[in-house]
């Protein structure tokens, strides 16, 4: 998105300087008058002192008021990406397991077949980690399966990687099967 965070260098003030000078008019001309005793009212009463009074008045060094300052260069302002969710997602680097499985946040995932042995990049939500998207060489392929622990536990594997489901349990559908 071309965003690049950048701290400023401790016990050098000069380097945000825009910012001081704003908390200085907040303790100065806010925070002098106000009178209230909750969050609401401290957050209602600021944000009625912002849009009625900082916003609108002009300020000495730019000769603008902060709100017509911004609203003058709206043409530099770049529209939001359609998939703005996806930029906000977490990426970890994970290796296909022989047996196709992946691990992400200690859940247990199903990879494609042609991804076994490959290094590979998951990302996900942290509010829904069920939804892992995986991708390789920068190629998506799509979302991966959670596996049912309780059923994989019962699935035995031959030299030949033949599958055989030991005793009973439910499947997806909730039936019951035997083997």
């Known amino acids: 998105?071309?965003?690049?965070?950048?701290?400023?260098?401790?016990?050098?003030?000069?380097?945000?300087?825009?910012?001081?000078?704003?908390?200085k008019?907040?303790?100065?001309?806010?925070?002098?008058?106000?009178?209230?005793?909750?969050l609401e009212e401290i957050n209602s009463a600021f944000e009625r002192w912002l849009e009625e009074e900082y916003h609108q008045r002009t300020h000495s060094a730019t000769g603008q008021s902060?709100?017509?300052?911004?609203?003058?260069?709206?043409?530099?302002?770049?529209?939001?990406?359609?998939n703005l969710k996806d930029y906000f997602r977490k990426t970890v680097r994970r290796r296909v397991n022989k047996d196709r499985s992946v691990v992400v946040e200690r859940r247990l995932f199903e990879a494609p077949v042609e991804l076994i042995g490959k290094r590979v990049e998951i990302l996900f939500h942290e509010h829904s980690p069920e939804q892992v998207e995986i991708r390789c060489a920068g190629q998506s392929y799509g979302l991966l399966r959670q596996i049912d622990l309780h059923v994989n536990s019962r699935v035995k594997r031959d030299k030949n990687g033949q599958i055989e489901l030991v005793g009973q349990g439910a499947c997806e559908s909730g039936q019951l099967w035997e083997v």
Do not use: D, N, W
């Open 66 to 82: 902060p709100l017509k300052r911004f609203t003058a260069k709206m043409q530099c302002l770049r529209p939001i990406p359609e």
């Open 1 to 23: 998105m071309g965003i690049a965070l950048i701290h400023a260098k401790p016990y050098q003030p000069q380097g945000k300087g825009k910012i001081e000078r704003f908390f």
């Open 25 to 38: 008019t907040v303790r100065t001309q806010f925070l002098s008058g106000f009178a209230g005793e909750t």
